[in-house]
């Protein structure tokens, strides 16, 4: 039997979808809100003249980014569970994934970005007095933040997208919620075509406001 197309299954399934799609605005921004207090800290730690604490750092870095997220999910969801005897709900299970695997590359973002302003501007800030903490919170990163805004800008997407890969877990995100209407209706070419349409609109609006903000700062100076 021949394939027909049914945009009326597209405009039926959306309702189900966007309540999908909350739930991964929910794991992603939850996820890189951690992420990225985690990603400054393992960062600045990565910055360190001690060298225990830039070893440490950049072992987590190297174990999250050497690793998959799925397996990184699996573990975490059903590996320390046993280990541990405790468990760990889905969602925060989820979140816990997107902020440990964005955290780890938040934290090369940081680094760079503090790394690539001019040693001169912090030797400036310490010729007027300020202490070596002052001069990283008023003179290196203001600037190194203003750096950081398109890299972090991609991991949001990348987290974003990434948290398809939390279905495996049993999270409620717009992908499962998509195989769950095609487990019903069979009808897979306009479900997941209305998934990677929702996915598209989500990640083009994120890029959008990020340019908005970034042309704010260079308009601004800040």
């Known amino acids: 039997m021949a394939f027909e197309f049914e945009p009326s299954v597209m405009i039926e399934s959306l309702p189900l979808l966007m309540g999908g799609a909350k739930m991964t605005v929910i794991l992603t921004v939850g996820g890189l809100f951690f992420g990225f207090i985690l990603g400054v800290i393992a960062g600045m730690m990565k910055l360190s003249h001690n060298i225990f604490v830039r070893k440490f750092a950049g072992l987590y870095v190297e174990i999250i980014r050497g690793t998959p997220m799925l397996v990184q999910a699996m573990f975490l969801y059903f590996g320390v569970p046993m280990a541990l005897g405790i468990r760990i709900p889905a969602v925060v299970a989820g979140i816990i994934i997107i902020a440990v695997n964005s955290g780890a590359y938040i934290a090369e973002i940081v680094r760079g970005a503090v790394q690539s302003i001019n040693p001169g501007q912090g030797e400036a800030g310490r010729s007027i007095g300020l202490t070596p903490i002052q ?81 704010r700062l260079v308009a601004t100076g800040r």
């Open 135 to 215: 001069t990283m919170r008023y003179v290196i990163w203001p600037q190194a933040f203003r750096r950081m805004i398109p890299p972090l800008g991609n991991q949001f997407i990348i987290s974003l997208k990434d948290t398809s890969l939390l279905m495996i877990i049993g999270v409620g995100e717009l992908l499962r919620t998509g195989d769950e209407i095609v487990a019903v209706n069979f009808r897979s070419f306009e479900v997941y075509l209305t998934c990677g349409l929702v996915y598209l609109v989500m990640t083009m609006s994120i890029a959008k406001a990020l340019e908005i903000v970034e042309n």
